[in-house]
């Protein structure tokens, strides 16, 4: 079992052989081959059951760091009127292209909303993600790094209502487990007037679920037991149709942040889940009519949840962030930043080394005049700038045991102020000032965020949908990122002077090959 702890046999290097006649008969690609599907925590533990093993695992370096979903390799952006999602790629050692132009369509040639026979327009939208898998509006799980992909059969929920919606989460964690799940749950939808509603705790003590796991094939339905109290009473709990709601998966367990203002925390081993009340009820009514931004991400110290409030009459635009202390069983929020961004951006200078690079994906794919042979030559020149750039955070020890490895994780990802990048990374000989670049006349609705930085506590965000820019937690220090509008969008757009809108986040590859699906 995947929770089972897995204790390295006490033997000797001589007798280990001697008394493992299975594995020494098997032939060393045969051996190889059984332990490469073995996730790296068990992998790690394998190495001390015998020589055979330990030459197997070190022979054809099995247990490597680079290949999981360690680094940041840039930005998924999808703006309202392309078809594809574009990518902000950050400079890096390893490329990694963001484009999804390999999956199969129904019309490859259609790339505007008012083409003819466009029938996949809204395939490729990003429903969620979960180190280096891709969940897509049309039910196929991708990694884009390898180009592997898989689609979903169909679920046996139960039909969506008025009242109660079902949503996916995609689950999956390659230190821990090779297969990654599917889940489908239950949240509360728009009531209306005159709507009859049974009054009932929500969510109920035990919440139904369908969870597809890659390993089966199969949707199962399964029941999660609640833990605590409920959010409230279904019926008289307000449903938020503003903000972005979204869910998190962080060892072991998945955090969903619902529109009815609160955070289920959901054990996926143990099938319990248990209620968590986020630190800001947005539905304030002394907000007026404005809602704020907010969203749950994670890092490498836990789970936070961002507050960006673009109130308070347009005069400010203001960023709280909050992380969760889970310490002796207690649920606590603790602030961890508390500053009006737009004082921040008019005042502090902007660092840049080295601009993250826009692929253009939609721009290539359907309004280039180039040739193939220009846009290989492009992206291999790309790539030979990417490859300048010393990257330490992919740059991993590949013979390491368990816990030297987690150790070394660790170290790697830590950043303090005297690390003058903590994107770019890389020795800088010399800073970058953008004085001329103060952001001094943004309005408060010019500034979004992009996401959150999976391993550092850096919030990416948005600068009039023009400007990329990293934002450091600890010290207000500002990094410019490069540009993230896409060349030629305005002949994408259904109607030119609507308001772009946009949906992003932070992508961390997964290069492990083993992907059960098609390629």
Known sequence: MAGDEVKPADLADGDAAATDPQSARLPDDVLANVLRRVPPRWLAASRCVCRAWRDAVDGRRLLRADLLPLSLAGLFIHFDDHKFPEFLARPSSRAVSGSLSFLPST?????????????????????????????????????????WWNTLPTCPSEHDTRSVLYREHLVYDPVLSPYYEVFMIPTLGNNRPGDKVHPSEWAPSLCKMYVFSSKSGCWEEKNFVREGDAAG???????????????????????????????????VPNNTYSVIKPPVDIEDDT???????????????GLYFVELDKGWHRMKCWLRVWILNESCGQMEWILKHDKDLKLVLATHRFYQRVQWVLEDINYNLFLSSSSPEDHKKATTENKFEWNSDNDEDEDMADNCCLEGKEKAIVEKFEWSSSNHSALNNGDMVGECYLDEEHYDNLDSDDIEVLGFHPYKEI??????????????????KIEKLGNIYPKDYIHFKALINERERIKSFAYTPCWIQEFPGNK
């Open 459 to 476: 919030v990416l965000l948005s600068a009039s949908v023009r400007t990329g820019l990293a934002y450091h937690l600890n010290g207000s």
């Open 233 to 267: 009473i279904y019926g008289e709990m307000q449903v938020s149709s503003h903000g972005r709601f979204n869910a998190v998966y962080f060892r072991g367990t998945l955090y969903v942040h619902f529109r009815a203002n609160f955070v289920m925390r959901i054990s």
């Open 107 to 147: 019309s490859p040639q259609c790339g505007h909303i008012w083409d003819d026979d466009c029938d996949d327009w809204r395939d490729y939208n990003i429903r969620d993600h979960c180190n280096g898998l891709l969940l897509l509006s049309n039910n196929r799980v991708v990694n884009p790094a390898t180009q």
């Open 287 to 301: 907000r007026d009519d404005y809602y704020p931004y907010v969203q749950i991400a994670r890092s490498k110290r």
